[in-house]
């Protein structure tokens, strides 16, 4: 199938391809197409509205570009998995959202490990879950522990569309799973039991899940970030754990 693309907006998907290449290079990131991840895409995207300064617009030219190259490399099959099944086009607001660097995340760890409260284990399993994994809210709210296999170090999720997606665990989550599972009732670690729960011990929602990280950040005396955990990236945490 052909599109009727301009010749602009050729040369400008060319011009993104090329950027999203540099940023895989850049970072020591395969650049065979079947290594490419979703999670390495929101990197990228976060790269280039942190740092590079890009606008909005250019911001979702980039990511339909991205769909568009996808899309033709597994019509061709040159490509079994599409990365960019889950990389949606962000909404924004009239102000560019603020964004964590490495020294907020060190700072925001620092506070969350610090907590002495009666729910910081849980607290700090979740916010650490979203920053290594890039999980949506809605998928680590509905996690449960049949989803977790700590023994292979991998978790399941059920995106959009119920599509199923494989992460792996960070090595540093393992123990702290384990410390966690220790804190709850015996009844509340059963595989299809869900993995958090809110201080009335029912299931958490999203809408929780951002209050829980708002205060966080207020502890932490640090700025609410307009946008949501999930744009911490798992190079930011490794390169925390690198140097501790």
């Known amino acids: ?57 250019s911001i979702n030219r980039k990511i339909s570009c991205l769909k568009s190259f996808t899309k033709y490399c597994i019509r061709e099959k040159f490509l079994s998995n599409n990365f ?42 979740m916010i650490k879950l979203l920053a290594t994994t890039g999980m949506r809210r809605s998928e680590l ?24 997606r494989l992460l792996p665990l960070h090595a540093a989550l393992i123990p702290l799973l384990y410390e966690y599972k220790e804190t709850l009732r015996e009844f509340q ?14 299931s958490l929602n999203p809408r929780g899940l951002h209050l829980i990280f708002k205060k966080a950040l207020e502890k932490a005396g640090l700025p609410p970030l307009s946008l949501f955990i999930t744009s911490f990236t798992p190079y930011l945490c490794n390169a925390y754990a690198a140097g501790k």
């Open 1 to 57: 199938m052909k599109k009727n693309y301009s010749t602009h907006t050729v040369i400008s998907y060319e011009y993104d391809l090329d950027q999203f290449l540099a940023f895989l290079c850049d970072h020591d990131c395969s650049t065979g197409l079947a290594d490419i991840t979703t999670t390495q895409v929101r990197r990228f995207i976060q790269n280039q509205l942190g740092k590079q300064k890009q606008k909005p617009r």
């Open 84 to 125: 960019m099944d889950s990389i949606e086009k962000p909404k924004f607001d009239d102000n560019l959202p603020v964004y964590m660097t490495l020294d907020d995340l060190k700072q925001l760890f620092r506070s969350i490990e610090n907590d002495d409260s009666s729910l910081s284990i849980r607290n700090e399993v």
């Open 189 to 202: 670690i059963y595989p299809t039991e869900p993995v958090f729960l809110n201080k009335n011990g029912v």
């Open 141 to 164: 709210v509905a996690l449960t522990w049949e989803q977790i296999n700590l023994s292979n170090q991998t978790i399941r999720v059920f995106g959009k569309g119920k599509k199923e």
